[in-house]
Structure formats: C-alpha cells, structure tokens
C-alpha cells in the first residue's frame, strides 16, 4: 500500500498547524510529528507515503524542500516533494533543485493556503516549470471544505471552473487534485474521461466526517482505478488512520482495480 497524501513538517511548522486546525477546523485525532507520523503509517500497513508540504510565503520553499529531503533519505520509506511560492524568484530553479538535490517525485502547493486561484497568471510558471521538470503536481483547489467559521474559498476564487481554465491550458501538465476534489467530486470524477493527464486522491474524501457531509457514489472509483490514488491525510484528520482505507474495502470494487488505487497508480506516476 502507498498512501499518496500525507503531511510532513517541521516541528514549528506542524504547532502552526495544528493551532489553525484547533480554532477553524475539526479536533486533530492524534498530533504526532514526521517520525511518528511514519511509525503510524508503517504501523497502519503502508509500505510507501507522499510526503506532503507547501510554502505559503515567499522565500520559505527552499528551506523546506532541504527539509525534506533530508527527512526523507533518513526514512526511506518516504516519497518526497517539493513545494515553491509562485512570487518566488526563480520558481523554476527552486523546483529543479527540489527534483535533482532533494529527491523530489512530485510538486505541493495549496490554492487556499496561498489565497491565489488556480488560474492566476501568476501560478502560469508554476505549471511551466512542473511540465519542463516532469514532475506531477498536487494542487489543492476546489471550493470546500464548507465549515463553520472556515472561510472556504468561493466558486469564483478556487472552484472547478478556475481548475478547469488550468487543463485546458497546460494539457500536458499531470496535475492531482485531492480530496476528490474538495467537495466538487462529481464535477472532477467526470473530467476523467476528458482530461487524461488528471489524477484525483481520495484524501478525507471517502467518509462523512462532517455533519451532514455527503460523499457521493464512491463506487465511481472503479471506473477510473488507475487514475486514483489512495491517500489519508495523515495526521491532520479527526478520526483513526484506518478508518479510509476500511471505507476504500467497503466498496468491494475488484482486487485489480483496488490494487491500482492503492499501489499502481502511484508507482507510475511517481516513476517507482
């Protein structure tokens, strides 16, 4: 099993979060920090995991992307990322030393977090550099989640149709997009079919963990297995690291589609 979603930080940087997540979000099930995280994971039956982490401020990636790399050659079982401010200097430069002295498989950054829609000509280089680089990309868009107190970005600053402007125009970009979509699963599960460079993650998107949260036929997976990848979210989620890849099961699609939503998809994508 790879889990293609998970959260990697520093120490300071996980408090930050968490102290975030304590006055907007849901209550963090369990606060562990990366080499816990790993522990869980492996503990969990993961054989593999996508580290996950973005900047949010110019200049911050790479220190970051130093970071992780790092963390990731100590524990090897960790997939590592890079992550670059889209008003950072050299976008492209940052991005190839994330690749080429940092080990990185894929690119992270956040539309919510950076308050900058996808579809912004500033984020252009961003996806330049991803397809020059040959490194997918996972980008958070959408238009939830819908909180209370959580000011979820609106239709018009990160919803599908500014997702949609982005594949339209870089065709060739593999761009992942998590949480199924981010409470747009329908609209992206359909653009499968006519985007065949997009990938989706079923990170926090297989149970209703919010009041009256509805998660949609999941049982769609099945029609594009090679297209999804599992992922939790871990740790950042209120409820026990099993409890999605129980909820993947349940579905009882067939053992080659299941294998591919778990562990193929991302040995391809991520060149394993």
């Not at 969990?44 to 050659?73: C, D, I, K, T």
């Not at 492209?92 to 080429?100: T, W």
């Not at 949609?164 to 653009?191: K, N, Q």
């Not at 006519?194 to 099945?222: I, K, S, W």
Request: proline share 7%; aromatic share 8%; hydrophobic share 45%.
């Amino acid at each position: 099993m790879i889990d293609a979603h998970v959260h990697l930080f520093p120490d300071r940087l996980f408090d930050a979060i968490w102290r975030w997540f304590d006055e907007h979000a849901w209550t963090i099930a369990h606060k562990v920090y990366a080499d816990d995280v790993v522990d869980r994971l492996e503990q969990a039956g993961a054989n593999r995991a996508v580290g996950l982490l973005y900047a949010h401020q110019p200049g911050m990636a790479e220190g970051l992307n130093s970071w992780m790399g790092a963390f990731a050659r100590r524990r090897a079982m960790v997939i590592p990322c890079a992550t670059v401010h889209p008003r950072d200097d050299d976008v492209l430069g940052v991005l190839r030393r994330g690749r080429d002295v940092h080990g990185a498989k894929l690119v992270k950054q956040h539309c919510h977090v950076l308050g900058i829609a996808p579809d912004a000509p500033v984020m252009f280089p961003l996806y330049e550099a991803c397809i020059e680089l040959g490194l997918p990309l996972n980008l958070h868009v959408g238009n939830g989640p819908k909180l209370p107190g959580y000011k979820a970005p609106s239709d018009a600053v990160s919803g599908a149709a500014r997702t949609e402007a982005v594949l339209v125009r870089y065709p060739e970009l593999r761009l992942i997009v998590p949480h199924l979509g981010c409470m747009e699963d329908d609209v992206f599960l359909s653009w499968l079919d006519r985007f065949p460079n997009l990938l989706l993650d079923t990170a926090m998107a297989m149970v209703p963990f919010l009041e009256g949260m509805n998660v949609g036929d999941r049982a769609r997976l099945g029609d594009h297995p090679d297209r999804i990848l599992f992922g939790t979210d871990f740790p950042n989620i209120p409820y026990p690291i099993e409890t999605e890849l129980r909820a993947l099961h349940a579905l009882k699609l067939d053992e080659e589609a299941l294998r591919a939503i778990t562990h193929d998809a991302a040995v391809r994508v991520f060149g394993l």
